[in-house]
T-cell receptor, first 114, second 114 residues
Framework: DAGVIQSPRHEVTEMGQEVTLRCKPI?????LFWYRQTMMRGLELLIY????????DSGMPEDRFSAKMPNASFSTLKIQPSEPRDSAVYFC????????????FGPGTRLTVL | QQQVKQSPQSLIVQKGGISIINCAYE??????FPWYQQFPGKGPALLIA?????SEKKEGRFTISFNKSAKQFSVHIMDSQPGDSATYFC?????????????FGTGTRLQVTL
């Protein structure tokens, strides 16, 4: 079974541009999490979904960040407009219904905003 | 407010030695304590986990010790190998009613030398 799939793996963009990160969770998992990892702040939970519904977005840093989960197999994290301080590795993770505290992480998207 | 404190920040251990990483938490609502292992360029991967009703759990060369009264837990890596060189994160979670929300420590970079 494939793990969590994220795309793109690397993204370089200029300040002010819109960035969209994509995630396909493991089939059958019903919770999905978006994290951001930086040297300064470590791993931060941005938002999580349960059964495609956003449950807690208190970790989203600003209104420039938005996330959607239109169906059980796809989620996006959008940054508009992007800023250099958004440069980080963004991880998507999913967890199954019967073991929802076991989160499986994707390989991440390394975002660089110039 | 950092709810999970991890130490040391970095650790160098000789091959065959014991690696010890410690974590402390504040929120008594936490009920699940996993450890994640992250290699460069990869997402964190669940290594081993423990619940508060158990004081110790061993899986292969990895052992978690848990002290509920002190609100501390640690991982011991016995017979450390160069392949164990990675960043290790402790975490703690509690069930929100819809999903389990993980709070991560700041990470420990382990280097196992020959």
């Amino acid at each position: 079974d494939a793990g969590v799939i994220q795309s793109p793996r690397h993204e370089v963009t200029e300040m002010g541009q819109e960035v969209t990160l994509r995630c396909k969770p493991i089939s059958g998992h019903n919770s999905l999490f978006w994290y951001r990892q930086t040297m300064m702040r470590g791993l931060e939970l941005l938002i999580y979904f349960n059964n495609n519904v956003p449950i807690d977005d208190s970790g989203m840093p600003e209104d420039r960040f938005s996330a959607k989960m239109p169906n059980a197999s796809f989620s996006t994290l959008k940054i508009q407009p992007s800023e250099p301080r958004d440069s980080a590795v963004y991880f998507c993770a999913s967890s199954p219904r019967d073991a929802d505290n076991e989160q499986f992480f994707g390989p991440g998207t390394r975002l660089t905003v110039l | 407010q950092q709810q999970v404190k991890q130490s040391p920040q970095s650790l160098i251990v000789q091959k065959g030695g014991i690696s010890i990483i410690n974590c402390a938490y504040e929120n008594t609502a936490f009920d699940y304590f996993p450890w994640y292992q992250q290699f460069p360029g990869k997402g964190p991967a669940l290594l081993i986990a423990i619940r508060p009703d158990v004081s110790e759990k061993k899986e292969g060369r990895f052992t978690i010790s848990f002290n509920k009264s002190a609100k501390q837990f640690s991982v011991h890596i016995m017979d450390s190998q160069p392949g164990d060189s990675a960043t290790y994160f402790c975490a703690a979670s509690f069930y929100t009613g819809t999903a389990s929300k993980l709070t991560f420590g700041t990470g420990t970079r382990l280097q196992v030398t020959l």
